[in-house]
């Protein structure tokens, strides 16, 4: 079998990578496992400065599923490449860097220190918030998504991947626009804006009042996204949301996504990443499928 698949120009030796801010830069998981086991770490959420993040509370349980505000809590690229980016790479994986800003010159400035650094591919957060937008998403239209994009490919010469958020009407279009912007893969879905209130309290359960849902709960919505980008679009899509086992893993794929990331499910169990994979080559053996990317966007609609 093999497992083996290009992604957005990122040769990975299977599908399976580890979501921004679930993963951290790898160091905690590293104890449990080999980290050169996944297709591809993808870091945490990093920016041009450091950041505290939100007020606490910053995280809660709900059904099947949870809620966060961290913030984008970072030391910021200084310090990753210093400190973590070493470590990273004495693993036999990608390494993808998810990169925040809140202006599209934070987001220059960013991306030219990533391109000079020794990782795999650059994952843009477009569910930061725009301070000179009134605070609006950068993924949140067309034309933002596709500007933002447009400028970082400018000074970024490493596969650039741009990370969806789904609060929007039509996540089509927003892939459509940083596929126009020159983009070389497209990640969805980043977490539904979600709130939780402790009815003794009366309080919302976080600091920030509202966080975004990830976890099992978000599954069919974050498929069906997939799907319709898959539809709209001809670059790769890494496929996330509530993902926690191999069977999980083919839907995405099914679906349409060339690779998957696991989120919330790191937090399940550490070894998620690692089921999943054994999940994937399990459905292959099964079924006798030669090659994982066959499996690729092979759903039959009715």
């Known amino acids: 079998m093999n ?3 290009n992604f957005a120009g990122i040769e990975m030796k299977n599908p399976v990578t580890v979501a921004a801010g679930t993963f951290s830069y790898g160091r905690e998981f590293s104890e449990f496992f080999d980290l050169g086991k996944l297709g591809g770490v993808i870091t945490k ?3 041009l400065k450091p950041r505290s993040g939100s007020k606490p509370s910053r995280i809660c349980e709900t059904a099947s599923g949870m809620l966060h505000s961290i913030g984008l809590q970072n030391p910021a690229i200084e310090y990753f490449a210093k400190y973590d980016l070493p470590n990273l790479r ?11 800003a809140n202006s599209i010159e934070e987001y220059i400035e960013l991306c030219k220190i990533l391109d000079t650094l020794d990782i795999d ?3 843009l957060n477009l569910a930061c918030t725009d301070t ?3 605070g609006l998403a950068f993924g949140n239209t067309y034309e933002s998504a596709r500007k933002v994009t447009s400028e970082v490919r400018k000074v970024l010469r490493k596969p650039l991947i741009a990370k969806l958020t789904p609060n929007v009407p039509d996540i089509a279009s927003i892939a459509k626009g940083v596929e126009d912007g020159g983009a070389d893969g497209v990640s969805l879905i980043n977490t539904l804006l979600g709130m939780k209130i402790d009815i003794h309290t009366r309080k919302p359960a976080l600091g920030n009042n509202t966080g975004g849902l990830s976890g099992p709960a978000i599954k069919p919505l974050a498929v069906r996204m997939v799907y319709q ?12 949301g509530g993902i926690v086992s191999g069977d999980d893993a083919i839907e995405f794929m099914l ?7 696991i989120g919330a499910g ?3 169990d550490p070894y998620t990443s690692i089921k999943a994979i054994e999940g994937i080559e399990k459905y292959m053996e099964r079924y006798d499928i030669e090659n994982v990317s066959d499996i690729v966007g092979k759903v039959k609609i009715n």
């Not at 004495?90 to 925040?100: E, Q, R, S």
């Not at 898959?230 to 996330?240: D, E, F, H, R, T």
């Not at 679906?255 to 990331?261: C, M």
């Open 121 to 123: 591919g650059v994952e």
């Open 45 to 47: 959420g990093t920016s």
């Open 255 to 261: 679906a349409g996504a060339t690779a998957i990331s």
């Open 3 to 5: 497992t083996k698949i």
């Open 90 to 100: 004495k693993f036999d994986t990608k390494i993808i860097v998810n990169a925040c």
């Open 132 to 134: 000179e937008n009134r």
């Open 266 to 268: 790191n937090f399940i």
């Open 229 to 240: 980008v898959s539809k709209a679009v001809n670059i790769p899509i890494l496929g996330m």
